[in-house]
Structures are given as structure tokens and as C-alpha cells.
């Protein structure tokens, strides 16, 4: 059971737009940064968004983040197949000091 | 460029210890903290340790408290993770992951991962 709250699943067609849901609470979300990773299959995972809605560089303007309260959203737009993978929101959470993770959301392109 | 390389996974059985080495390369070591972070087999990802640049501060998963250790040797650009006790449970891939700021206290993102190096504990 993880912290933070995510969807097992999202699909959506090439060039569509998606978005996965992240709720946590205010020892987590509610006051502190979001971040987003990519997880391709058998690989790393990669940071995508940090602080809520920036990305680090390299990584394209399809991918957007924002929080609101204790929920934060991953948007992806023009979405192609090689988007396929596991998303995972984390964040800092002050009463356990440590990080969380969601349970990650597996993204399939039609 | 930023390279993080962990070793020292493998099999064990229950009970037994294993530590396990990031060694890091392309940045300077001692000014960024850094995690262990593990991926059991079909899973999502779970934070297990951080430990501050210098050292001096240090925090863990409840589940691993008290049974693991974080540790580092700035002289060696190496981070360790000393794990103890071991079950079933905390059969995953671990990887080691840097801090996106120097300095930072815990929480930051991490930037860099390494590849991961595996530990089965089976009897």
C-alpha cells in the first residue's frame, strides 16, 4: 500500500493527450515539491518533472506537471509509442522523513 | 558526465548480510547527498535510505530500520548500503540515486540513478 495514490493503469491512442493522478496528504503533497519519473521497461528510472512543473533538460514540453493541495497530475500531450512505461510520482514526506512513491501508473499507447 | 555504478548484489539466504557499493564518477561526490532506492520483482519503487553530503545525517524506511545501514566514504566517491537481517521481502533491485542539488537535506529529487544491482534472498 503505497502513500501517494496513482492509477494502475492509463491508455490512450498516438497524439492523444493523457494525464495521471497523484493524491497524497499534508505531510506529503501538501507541503512539499513533486516530482515525476519515467521507468522504461528494464531501465532506470528517469526524472521527467521536479518541483511540481519543471522539467529538467532534455526532457520535451509534451510532459507538464502541477499540484494543487495535496493531489498533483502528470499531463503528457502528443503522446507517441516510445511514452510507454511506468510513471511515478514521489514526493518528501515530513512526518516519516523519507521519501514516497506512488504505486506508478502503467502508460499504454494504443 | 555523471555515472553512477553500484555493485555487490546477489544471492543469500535468509538472515545473512550483504553490502553493497555505488561508486560514482563525472561530479564532485562530497557535495551532493544521496539514496538507495529498490524495485522488487513486479513492483513499484521504494525509498529505503538517504544520507546527507558529509555524512552527518542519515534516515531510513521504517522497513529496513534498524537492519540496514547507509554509509559513504567521500575520499573514495563510494556509497554503501549495509543490509542485515535480510528477508524474503527485500529481494529487489537497489539502486543508488544523487540528489539534483548539492546540499540539499533529503529533499530533493534525484537526477541520476544508476543501472541497479540485484539481491535475491531465498534459502
Known amino acids: 500500500q503505497s502513500v501517494l495514490t496513482q492509477p494502475p493503469s492509463v491508455s490512450a491512442a498516438p497524439g492523444q493527450w493523457v494525464t495521471i493522478s497523484c493524491s497524497g496528504s499534508?505531510?506529503?503533497?501538501?507541503?512539499?515539491?513533486v516530482s515525476w519519473y519515467q521507468q522504461l521497461p528494464g531501465t532506470a528510472p528517469k526524472l521527467l518533472i521536479y518541483d511540481n512543473n519543471n522539467r529538467p533538460s532534455g526532457i520535451p514540453d509534451r510532459f507538464s506537471g502541477s499540484k494543487s493541495g495535496t493531489s498533483a497530475t502528470l499531463g503528457i500531450t502528443g503522446l507517441q509509442t516510445g511514452d510507454e512505461a511506468d510513471y511515478y510520482c514521489a514526493t518528501w514526506d515530513s512526518s516519516l522523513s523519507g521519501w514516497v512513491f506512488g504505486g506508478g501508473t502503467k502508460l499504454t499507447v494504443l | 558526465q555523471v555515472q553512477l555504478v553500484e555493485s555487490g548484489g546477489g544471492v543469500v539466504q535468509p538472515g545473512r548480510s550483504l553490502r553493497l557499493s555505488c561508486a560514482a564518477s563525472g561530479f564532485t561526490f562530497n557535495v551532493y547527498a544521496m539514496h538507495w532506492v529498490r524495485q522488487a520483482p513486479g513492483k513499484g519503487l521504494e525509498w529505503v535510505a538517504f544520507?546527507?553530503?558529509?555524512?552527518?545525517?542519515?534516515y531510513y524506511a521504517e522497513s529496513v530500520k534498524g537492519r540496514f545501514t547507509i554509509s559513504r566514504d567521500n575520499s573514495k566517491n563510494t556509497l554503501y548500503l549495509q543490509t542485515d537481517s535480510l528477508r524474503a521481502e527485500d529481494t529487489a533491485v537497489y539502486y543508488c540515486?544523487?540528489?539534483?542539488?548539492?546540499?540539499?537535506?533529503?529533499?530533493?529529487?534525484?537526477?541520476?540513478w544508476g543501472q541497479g544491482t540485484p539481491v535475491s534472498v531465498s534459502s
Open positions: 544520507i546527507s553530503y558529509d555524512g552527518s545525517n542519515k
Open positions: 540515486a544523487r540528489d539534483q542539488r548539492a546540499y540539499c537535506g533529503g529533499d530533493c529529487p534525484s537526477d541520476h
Open positions: 499534508n505531510s506529503n503533497i501538501g507541503n512539499n515539491y
